[in-house]
């Protein structure tokens, strides 16, 4: 089973790493309105660089496995604010009921389940095939 380890570290880092890399390179060139959209759902505009760094910047450093277990953890708790804050909406439904549409739903369980990949890196580290392991850190 040691054989598959790296190889499939490799793998889940850029599989994991893909949406955050496209997306953040996504709010760059929709700057504005990546920007009102925020203000809409209630999150300050401001934060906007800040979850740009966190996207692309963490992103790339989990796909070429460089200070991953940082990375990987920054990932993971913006997964699950970035879930709660755009996707956990309750909705009023029959007989009074809290309860969540069932696309916001399945995106905030998205969001829950890349945490638990990006934890399991911050366990597993980078692997052989990572900058960190180039520098003696993975």
């Known amino acids: ?8 570290l490799l793998a889940g880092r850029i599989l994991l ?3 955050f890399i496209t997306s953040g390179w996504g709010k760059i060139t929709g700057y504005a309105g990546t920007a ?8 300050p505009s401001i934060l906007l660089p800040l979850v740009i760094l966190t996207e692309l910047g963490a992103g790339l450093a989990v796909l070429v ?4 277990r940082i990375a990987a953890f920054l990932l993971a708790g ?3 604010v970035s879930g709660y804050l755009f ?3 309750a909705i009023t439904g029959t007989a009074g009921q809290e309860m969540m549409d069932m696309m916001n739903w399945l995106s905030f369980m ?3 389940t890349i945490a638990g990949g990006f934890l399991a890196l911050v366990g597993a580290g ?4 990572s900058v960190d392991a180039k520098l003696g850190k993975a």
């Open 1 to 8: 089973m040691d054989s598959i380890k790296a190889p499939a």
């Open 17 to 19: 790493s893909i949406i």
């Open 36 to 43: 009102g959209y925020m203000d809409a759902m209630g999150v």
């Open 65 to 68: 496995g460089f200070q991953t």
């Open 78 to 80: 913006f997964c699950v």
């Open 87 to 89: 996707h956990y909406k």
């Open 110 to 112: 998205k969001n829950v």
């Open 126 to 129: 980078a692997g052989a095939l």
